[in-house]
């Protein structure tokens, strides 16, 4: 008697089988049966190639090809390939191995044809069913799924083209993903209408509780950026590509430092390095002081044209208008202009009946001090200095080599 292609099942003929029959078609239904119903837990442990038991027409019932489901059990120590007969059939099956050290691959198909390589996590459910040559995955193949419970998949799951839509209805359906250690990893708020970050109850539309980072653009087009919103104690820093510290807010004092941190801010803006204004800069209230540390630290403004047009000196104590380097006085005045047509110094005294200059030195009856009281004329006249003075025009001052 010949066995059917896909069960093999005891194919009775005409007159055959007299007084057996009964017990033939009998195993031929429990074999039916088992297609149908019937599973089975086969090992599969090690590496290489292990094949379905076949059993043929009625010398048993206990094979592994005819199982509607089959458990696969066993470590692998290497890859592992399962093959079932090269016959049209389908199978649920529950992959249950350690995959060992490797961990190591697990395929099952039909014998020689193509196999659904199983993913390496214990416990995944499959239904695969096979042309006789190609096995497919059924379940990695289907289209739409719909799941009136809990949908759990324990490998990956790829959505390949088309749009991943949650929540088409707009109703109040929640979102939770979980990290390793952290329960609300991503939280989505629907009654709320907002995203959580490492919180399930997120209190703006998005709400992180940790550190935020972008590696790209960050646009914030319309709307007010706000840091600290809860005025805690809450600091924030800004790196630049070579600067720790380029803009630092300190929460705790109140203060911004740029190029500078925490425990270095001393008021309230304190910038290490140099700072460049282009526009007004207007300072209503309060006192301006320059180099209040008392370090050697210069100050220059520059005008129109003249590029030392005030200089403070700070490593000589001196002040320069039109030198960058006053060595003459405690304040120098250099009129750099050849054709400039313009006086080193005016002095403008709209109080008539003050003088427009007042000395207060050492005063002696000789030219031993730097004032002299003496009013002799004995003096040898060294030349003069030319003045303006506002009614008489140019005028001369002569210059005396001696006090008496």
């Known amino acids: 008697m010949a066995d059917s292609t896909i069960l093999n099942l005891d194919l009775q003929t005409t007159g055959s089988n007299a007084g057996t029959w009964g017990t033939v078609t009998n195993e031929n239904l429990q074999k039916v049966e088992k297609g149908i119903k019937g599973y089975k837990s086969v090992s599969v442990a090690g590496s290489g190639t292990t094949s379905l038991t076949v059993s043929s027409g009625t010398s048993g019932t206990s094979d592994e090809q005819s199982r509607?489901?089959?458990?696969?059990?066993?470590?692998l120590t290497g890859n592992k390939a399962v093959e079932c007969e090269a016959v049209e059939t389908w199978y649920f099956i529950d992959d249950s191995t350690d995959r060992g050290t490797g961990p190591y691959s697990l395929t099952f198909g039909p014998a020689g044809g193509t196999p659904v390589t199983l993913i390496a996590a214990t416990g995944s459910k499959y239904i695969i069913y096979t042309d006789?040559?190609?096995?497919?995955?059924?379940?990695?193949?289907?289209g739409n799924i719909k799941a009136g419970g809990t949908l759990t998949a324990a490998g990956n799951v790829s959505f390949d083209t088309g749009t991943f839509t949650f929540n088409t209805s707009e109703g109040d359906y929640d979102v939770r993903f979980?990290?390793?250690?952290?329960?609300?990893?991503?939280?989505?708020?629907?009654?709320?209408?907002?995203?959580?970050?490492?919180?399930?109850?997120?209190?703006?539309?998005?709400?992180v509780?940790?550190?935020?980072?972008?590696?790209?653009?960050?646009?914030?087009?319309?709307?007010?950026?706000?840091?600290?919103?809860?005025?805690?104690?809450?600091?924030?820093?800004?790196?630049?590509?070579?600067?720790?510290?380029?803009?630092?807010?300190?929460?705790?004092?109140?203060?911004?430092?740029?190029?500078?941190?925490?425990?270095?801010?001393?008021?309230?803006?304190?910038?290490?390095?140099?700072?460049?204004?282009?526009?007004?800069?207007?300072?209503?209230?309060?006192?301006?002081?320059?180099?209040?540390?008392g370090a050697a630290l210069d100050l220059r403004m520059e005008g129109d044209t003249l590029e030392n047009l005030f200089v403070l000196d700070g490593s000589a104590d001196k002040i320069g208008i039109g030198t960058v380097a006053p060595a003459s006085a405690r304040m120098e005045i250099n009129q750099t202009v050849t054709d400039g047509a313009i006086a080193c110094l005016a002095l403008d005294q709209d109080d008539e009946d003050t003088q427009f200059l007042?000395?207060?030195?050492?005063?002696?009856?000789?030219?031993?001090?730097?004032?002299?009281?003496?009013t002799a004329t004995a003096g040898t006249k060294n030349g003069a200095i030319k003045v303006n003075i506002n009614g008489i025009g140019a005028c001369w001052i002569r210059v005396y080599t001696s006090a008496v």
Not at 68 to 75: E, I, N, P, V, W
Not at 134 to 141: I, N, S, Y
Not at 223 to 250: M, V
Request: proline share 1%.
């Open 68 to 75: 509607a489901s089959l458990k696969f059990t066993g470590t």
């Open 358 to 374: 007042y000395f207060d030195g050492a005063v002696e009856s000789d030219s031993t001090g730097n004032l002299s009281d003496s």
């Open 132 to 142: 006789g040559t190609t096995a497919f995955d059924v379940l990695a193949d289907a």
């Open 209 to 293: 509780v940790g550190t935020f980072r972008a590696s790209g653009n960050t646009d914030i087009d319309g709307g007010t950026f706000t840091f600290n919103t809860s005025e805690a104690d809450l600091d924030a820093r800004f790196a630049g590509s070579g600067e720790t510290n380029l803009l630092y807010i300190d929460a705790g004092a109140d203060k911004v430092g740029i190029k500078t941190a925490s425990a270095d801010i001393t008021s309230d803006l304190h910038v290490t390095g140099t700072m460049k204004v282009t526009s007004t800069v207007d300072l209503d209230g309060g006192a301006f002081t320059w180099n209040e540390t």
């Open 178 to 207: 979980a990290g390793d250690s952290e329960t609300n990893l991503l939280y989505i708020d629907a009654s709320t209408d907002r995203v959580g970050i490492n919180t399930a109850s997120p209190g703006v539309d998005l709400d």
